[in-house]
């Protein structure tokens, strides 16, 4: 059972297109972060988000903390064909020393 | 270029063999993991080192064995490995291990060691 769920599994877009990028859970999450990876290469943090119902953004991605902090958002305006990679959220408990993967959202950013 | 250096990129070992990855930050950082990611998925966590100390072990087979010989070098040990280990080798580095205040320590990660076991 993963306790991160991301949705969509596989996204396929045109360059210039905007899409959202899920990360849900029925556990409270201290602090969550995002990543990117791209093909051939380790994952490379974006973000982190601690407050809830925090927004955070970062050129053309923007970053949302549920207010409950059991789910975040990621949002990209006008893909390119660079943001084509593995976004991975990644949460953290209080209870636990533990990083917690979600199952991961392949982009495919077509010129 | 990452910060987080992983030896070799590629490796192919027979199910007989003995090697080791390696892995050097020189970030300060104090905590240091391995984790293992099959195609398409995320990365699972396998070890987490923390001062030096094995502070998390994920019931990892004993197949693969770490070792940290300092602050700077973490190696993964790899004896009798099975067709099914096959997969990319992550290693990271944070500055502290777990959550500090308000939010966990990001993680750094290396390019990875593409392991094929024949």
């Known amino acids: 059972t993963q306790l991160l769920e991301q949705s969509p599994q596989f996204l396929s877009i045109q360059e210039g297109e905007n899409l959202t990028v899920y990360c849900n859970s029925s556990?409270?999450?201290?602090?969550l972060q995002w990543y990117r990876q791209e093909p051939g290469e380790g994952p490379v943090l974006l973000v982190t988000v601690v407050t809830g119902g925090e927004v955070k953004k970062l050129k053309r991605l923007t970053f949302q903390f549920g207010d409950a902090r059991k789910d975040s958002s990621l949002h990209i305006t006008a893909a390119q064909t660079g943001d084509t990679g593995l976004y991975l959220c990644a949460g953290a408990r209080d209870s636990s020393y533990k990083l917690i993967f979600g199952s991961g959202t392949r982009l495919l950013v077509r010129p | 270029d990452t910060e987080v250096t992983q030896t070799p990129k590629h490796l192919v070992m027979g199910m007989t063999n003995k090697k080791s990855l390696k892995c050097e930050q020189h970030m300060g950082h104090r905590a240091m993991y391995w984790y293992k990611q099959k195609a398409k998925k995320p990365p699972e966590l396998m070890f987490v080192y923390s001062y030096e100390k094995l502070s998390i072990n994920e019931s990892v087979p004993s197949r693969f064995s770490p070792e940290c010989p300092n602050s700077s070098l973490l190696n993964l040990h790899l004896h009798a490995l099975q067709p099914e280990d096959s997969a990319l080798y992550l290693c990271a580095s944070s500055p502290r291990q777990g959550a500090g205040v308000g939010s966990h320590s990001p993680l750094h990660f290396g390019n990875g060691t593409r392991l094929t076991v024949t």
């Open positions: 556990s409270v999450f201290s602090s």
